[in-house]
């Protein structure tokens, strides 16, 4: 997928989104074919993108979706068809912006987001729109820029709360402001947002759509293992970690549990456990060519200069500087 070409579609379907609707033509066909099948189309897509160890093999599919989607919303005219093809531009666009994540593009990532909040919010749905908010907060938390990501949680946090309380909206946005709190250093914030992502789990079985929303509280266990790594609490990290592992992960998620365990090994002088761990995701990056894996050995690489005396670590440290880090 030419990122110049996404970034043209992008600007493009903004404008349709923002402008009104039109009565002067009937429904053209590519609206009929869209509210007919387009969700469906776009739940595949999702379910195609988690189950992929990499990532980019999913391009071509939503780079064909993503003009279907642009025409339709050429053709939208009456009131509700432009609200359902605005919701589900929403949808794609936050699925445009995990492609970018995964590729180490945050800027371009964060524009998709952009555009997935306008939509969702020109479609009247507001938990979509509060998943675009947090997943443009997990950009800029993972471009090390914490402070900036809390503005934005604090937004999806107040747009939650107007969407239905049976989805997991609301809890996903707590789990991802106890990371931010935790790179804040914030322990207080960081628990209070804890437990509150927590209260997940007594939601039902349809609190999540496999899609835009994920969050079903099996990933809290790495989460706290994330917060407490962060916060220096190398004992409850690890029993935390320990527990994400014996679960069963995607690939981005086993190799982030397993290079946060790398990281603590660093942070305990172990060797042995440093170089078990990234062995492993080393080779998760090279299945998956993930970028955001690559980004996570980054962080793991920045622990290890007590360490490069050690022949073993000097090698992995090399291996990892050899990485490409975008998909």
């Known amino acids: ?37 387009g969700e469906e189309s776009h739940r ?10 990499s990532k980019p093999t999913v391009f071509p599919a939503v780079r064909k979706q993503l003009d ?16 359902r093809l605005c919701t589900m531009t929403a949808d794609l666009y936050q699925l445009v912006g995990e492609l970018f994540f995964d590729a180490n593009r945050y800027t ?18 507001y938990d979509l729109w509060a998943c675009a908010m947090t997943r443009h907060a997990y950009v800029e938390l993972y471009a090390r820029r914490a402070p900036a990501a809390q503005p934005l949680l604090a937004a999806a946090s ?68 994330a917060c407490y790594l962060r916060l220096g609490r190398p004992d409850l990290a690890e029993d935390a970690l320990t527990a994400a592992l014996a679960q069963p992960l995607s690939l ?11 990281v603590l090994g660093a942070h305990r002088r172990d060797v042995d456990q440093v170089v078990h761990h990234a062995e492993a995701v080393l080779s998760l990056a090279d299945r998956s060519n993930s970028g955001f894996i690559g980004k996570k050995l980054d962080g793991l690489r920045g622990r290890l200069a007590p360490l490069v005396s050690d022949g073993r670590v000097s090698d992995l440290d090399q291996r990892i500087a050899a990485l490409s880090r975008t998909a």
């Open 44 to 53: 595949s897509l999702w379910q195609v993108f988690t189950l992929s160890d």
């Open 252 to 262: 981005r998620r086993r190799a982030a549990v397993l290079s946060d365990l790398a």
């Open 158 to 225: 107040r747009i939650a709360r107007r969407g239905d309380s049976a989805l997991s909206t609301r809890h996903w946005v707590a789990a991802v402001q106890a990371q931010v709190c935790a790179a804040m250093g914030d322990i207080d914030g960081c628990a209070r947002a804890l437990d509150e992502s927590e209260k997940v789990n007594s939601l039902d079985g349809h609190s999540h759509n496999g899609g835009w929303l994920r969050f079903d509280g099996s990933r809290l266990p790495e989460e706290r293992g």
């Open 1 to 37: 997928m030419k990122r110049r070409d996404v970034l043209g579609l992008l600007a493009v379907t903004g404008a349709l989104v923002t402008l009104p609707g039109s009565d002067e033509a009937p429904r053209g066909h590519t609206v009929a074919a869209l509210l007919e099948t």
């Open 68 to 83: 279907v989607l642009t025409n339709g919303l050429a053709e939208a005219r009456t009131a509700a068809d432009r609200a």
């Open 108 to 125: 371009d990532a964060a524009q998709c987001y952009t555009l997935a909040a306008n939509a969702a919010h020109a479609g009247g749905d």
